[in-house]
């Protein structure tokens, strides 16, 4: 099923959760990181139990460092 990533189109399997994706994508780097699907946060403890569904439109924002 297609998805919207970060601005990019991409092909996911269907009953794909969250943790999935994120863990697929980022590893085991997951502090600082922020999930929204259809603009609306995701809290971490929900992303094992939320199903990514057709179209929707997943934003993964780091927090980096820095001045």
């Keep these: ?3 919207t990533y970060n601005n990019q189109t991409q092909e ?3 009953e794909t959760l ?3 994706f994120v863990f697929f994508h980022l590893g085991e780097k997951q502090n600082g990181i922020a ?3 259809n603009e609306t ?3 971490k403890t ?3 139990k939320t199903y990514l ?3 929707d439109n997943l934003l993964i924002i780091k927090a980096t460092q820095g001045g």
């Design 41 to 43: 946060i995701v809290p």
């Design 12 to 14: 996911v399997q269907e």
């Design 18 to 20: 969250v943790s999935d």
């Design 35 to 37: 999930v929204a699907i």
């Design 53 to 55: 569904k057709v179209h």
């Design 1 to 3: 099923m297609e998805i």
């Design 46 to 48: 929900e992303w094992a």
